[in-house]
C-alpha cells in the first residue's frame, strides 16, 4: 500500500502564521521606535512648587546613550541629563495645575513666556565649506546689496515709542540661503542684531529709516549681544529672537491681557 507524505502546509494555517509574524513585528517596531524617541526631552521633569523634580518615565525605558557625530566634529550623546534650569521669575496666576505664569521681575531678561529660548548649541552654524554661514558684509566680500533695493546701512533706527536708538552699521547675511538674517544696529557704544522679522522700513520726512515695534527704546541696552564680533551662535540666534518676540507682548501694558 502507497502511502504519501503529509506537506508541512497540509497540517497548518500559513495564513495565520504569516499573521502572528506580522503582529510580532509590528509590537516589536511600536517598542523600539518609542524607546528611540525618548532620546530627546527626556527625562521628563514635573512643575514642583520650589524646584523641578524628575517624573515618571513610563513604559518602556528610556534607551542607552548613543553617540552621534555632528558635522563640525563635535560627538554628542543622547539620552543626556540636562541641567537643571535656574529658577523661573515668574510665578502661576492661580493654584490650580497648568495655570499661566506672571513675571515676577522683567520677563525680557529672564526668558519668561514668548521671551524664554531653547539652550541650543552654542556653536556657530556652518556652510557646506565649514565657513561661518551668517556673517556681516564686511567679512562677506562676495556678497552685496542689490542695486535696486534700498541699502540700510546708515539708516537710523527707530523703536516702538519713537525713539531713535542708533544707526544701522552693518548687515548680516545667510551665506547659504542669501537672505538678510539681521541688522547690526550701532547704539549706545555697543552693536546689537535686529531680526530681519522685527524691523521694516518707513519712510519720514523725505528720509527712509528702520522701524523696529517689538520693543522701547529702553530695552535695546538689554538686547542679548555675541560673544564674537563676526559670527552668531544657535544659542545667541534663539536668545536674540526670544528677546524681541517676548516684547510683543512685554515692551508696553497695553500689549498684555485680553483684549476685551
Known amino acids: 500500500m502507497l502511502t504519501q507524505a503529509a506537506a508541512l502546509t497540509s497540517s497548518l494555517d500559513v495564513a495565520q502564521v504569516v499573521l502572528y509574524a506580522f503582529w510580532l513585528f509590528f509590537a516589536a ?7 528611540e524617541d525618548k532620546r530627546e526631552g527626556y527625562p521628563l ?16 525605558a528610556m534607551p542607552d546613550p548613543k553617540s552621534f557625530r555632528l558635522a563640525n566634529g563635535e560627538t554628542v550623546f543622547a539620552p543626556r541629563v540636562e541641567p537643571s ?9 492661580s493654584a490650580t495645575p497648568g495655570s499661566p505664569l506672571e513675571p515676577t521681575g522683567n520677563p525680557l531678561v529672564d526668558g519668561v513666556g514668548p521671551a524664554s529660548c531653547a539652550m541650543r548649541a552654542n556653536h556657530a552654524d556652518q556652510t ?6 551668517i556673517v556681516p558684509l564686511r567679512v562677506s566680500s562676495e556678497f552685496g546689496i542689490e542695486g535696486s533695493n534700498p541699502d540700510p546701512r546708515g539708516m537710523e533706527v527707530v523703536a516702538a515709542d519713537g525713539i531713535g536708538v542708533g544707526r544701522v552699521s552693518d548687515v548680516w ?22 531680526p530681519t522679522s522685527f524691523w521694516e522700513l518707513e519712510r ?9 515695534a517689538a ?8 538686547v542679548p549681544t555675541t560673544a564674537h564680533p ?12 526670544a528677546y524681541f518676540g517676548g516684547g510683543l507682548l512685554y515692551a508696553s501694558p497695553e500689549r498684555m491681557g485680553p483684549l476685551l
Open 29 to 35: 517596531l511600536v517598542y523600539y521606535l518609542r524607546r
Open 230 to 241: 563676526e559670527r552668531v551662535t544657535f544659542l545667541e540666534e534663539d536668545k536674540i529672537a
Open 204 to 212: 519720514h520726512r523725505g528720509e527712509t529709516r528702520v522701524v523696529v
Open 45 to 60: 521633569e514635573t512643575d514642583g512648587p520650589v524646584q523641578p523634580r524628575i517624573a515618571p518615565q513610563g513604559f518602556p
Open 128 to 133: 557646506l565649506e565649514g565657513l561661518p554661514k
Open 215 to 222: 520693543i522701547n527704546s529702553g530695552d535695546f541696552a538689554n
Open 85 to 93: 534650569q535656574p529658577p523661573l521669575a515668574a510665578r502661576p496666576v
Open 173 to 194: 547675511i545667510d551665506r547659504s540661503e542669501y537672505v538678510v538674517r539681521y541688522l547690526e544696529v550701532e547704539a549706545g557704544g555697543t552693536r546689537r542684531l535686529v
